[in-house]
Structure formats: structure tokens, C-alpha cells
């Protein structure tokens, strides 16, 4: 939250907010795949959200109206919204992947630093999905006969950890368009494909019985339908991009 209030100041404080007349009103429409793969990346958060329900005291209050979920998600939106807007108003084109490396001399990297300890507090929280699945599998692999449990546990963590900077690292400039080929092939399937699929084959057994499920079958069908449109277009898009700047196509 600092962070982003340092950054926030750094916009509208400490550098002179720019006139917005000398941007487009409105960008190309094959940035719009783009677009939609990193919106989906920023707010697709499963495994931020299962243990937080999970580890809650009443979980009910969970999924109430303006409850936790519903509160957490319009604070998330309003953040990701003004941040983005005064930041894309400010650098225009030149924003990169992330608004902290537009961020000059001493001011940006305390605000890298700042970030820096923000994921390194909150990267074994978004690991509890992953690590509830092959957590058991590890331990109960043939290492396990030559290494202490809580060792291999370790070391397995550990693992996951540098394999997913050492991805990130590799992409250097081209982080954005990684983002959004993770948010259009891999999120875009736990946020929008996924669920209305399940909810028609938790129901479907009962589907005579359950009022409204014509309706709810239509829905899921619509939901699925588009994340699966959005899924194909935005990874065959960013796909496209990074070969391009990556010089694949030219050496193919």
C-alpha cells in the first residue's frame, strides 16, 4: 500500500501531470487481447483467495454482499484503476511492463525495494494451491528415501521459487507480454472457463429438480464460450508479439 501511494505521489506530486490531449482516445484494437490477458492476470487471484476463506474464523462472511470478498475486489479495481490511468497519462507509450521501472533516479528504486518486499512477504501465500497438490507427491516420491522430509519440503519450495523468477527474469523488457500470455493461456481458464463448467457438472445430476437452471445452464455456456474466445485470441496475440520482438519468426 505504500508503494503505491509513493508511486501515486511521484505521478500527481513530485513530476507535473501531463496534458491527457496528446494521447489517443483510443489504441489499436490488436492491444485490446493484450489488454484483456493482463486485466485477467491482475485480477484472477485463486490462490490468494482460497486459503484467505479457508483460514477465515467465519467463513460464510466470505461471499456475502459487501462482505469480504466483494469489499476486497472493488479496493483491488479502484487501485489497479487510478494507478493505471495517472500512470498511462504521465508515460504514454513508453510505460513498461511495470510502472516502477518508469520510476527515475533514487525515488524509483525505493519504490522497487519497497515492491521487492511485498512479494517476497506475500510469494509463499500465492504457492499454497500449487504446493497442496504436489506438496504429498513429493514427499512421497523415491527422494523421500534419501532426504530428510523437511529437507525435500525445503528444497522443493525453494525450487518453485527460482524456476518462476528465473522465467521472469529471462523475459527482461518483455515482461508485459509475458503477463499477458500467462493471464490469457493460464488465467483466463481458472477465472472464466473453468468455474461455469464445474457449476454445470455439480448440477447437472439434479437438473430437473433445480429451479432456474436453464438459466443458470445459459449463463455458464455464455461465460465459458467467451473466456474461451478471449483465451485463444489473447494467447495467439501475445504469442505473435514476443516472437516478433524475440526475433523467432525471422530466424524460422
Known amino acids: 500500500m505504500g508503494g503505491l501511494a509513493l508511486v501515486l505521489y511521484y505521478i500527481l506530486v513530485y513530476k507535473e501531470l501531463r496534458s491527457v490531449s496528446r494521447l489517443p482516445l483510443i489504441k489499436d484494437w490488436q492491444e485490446i487481447p493484450l489488454y484483456f490477458g493482463t486485466a485477467i492476470y491482475a485480477f484472477e487471484g485463486i490462490g490468494v483467495v482460497l486459503p484467505i476463506e479457508n483460514k477465515m474464523k467465519y467463513p460464510r462472511m466470505f461471499n456475502l454482499p459487501c462482505g469480504v470478498l466483494d469489499l ?100 527482461g523488457e518483455y515482461l508485459d507480454l509475458l503477463i499477458s500470455l500467462i493471464g490469457s493461456a493460464a488465467s483466463c481458464g481458472l477465472a472464466i472457463i473453468f468455474p461455469p463448467i464445474i457449476e454445470i457438472f455439480t448440477f447437472w445430476p439434479e437438473r430437473f429438480e433445480r429451479p432456474g437452471f436453464k438459466m443458470m445452464l445459459i449463463k455458464d455456456i455464455i461465460i465459458a464460450a467467451f473466456g474461451i474466445i478471449c483465451c485463444l485470441i489473447g494467447t495467439v496475440t501475445a504469442v505473435q508479439q514476443l516472437s516478433d520482438k524475440l526475433g523467432v519468426s525471422d530466424d524460422i
Open 72 to 171: 476486497g475486489m472493488t479496493i483491488v479495481a479502484v487501485l489497479y484503476v487510478t494507478v493505471g490511468f495517472y500512470g498511462y497519462i504521465e508515460f504514454g507509450s513508453s510505460s513498461q511492463g511495470s510502472i516502477t521501472l518508469n520510476l527515475t533516479s533514487w525515488y524509483g528504486t525505493v519504490v522497487q525495494i519497497l515492491f521487492s518486499i511485498c512479494v517476497y512477504m506475500t510469494y509463499a501465500l500465492q504457492f499454497y494451491v500449487p504446493l497442496t497438490f504436489l506438496g504429498p507427491a513429493v514427499a512421497s516420491s523415491w527422494l523421500a528415501q534419501f532426504i530428510r522430509p523437511d529437507i525435500l519440503d525445503y528444497a522443493f519450495r525453494a525450487l518453485l521459487v527460482l524456476v518462476t523468477y528465473g522465467i521472469a527474469a529471462s523475459v
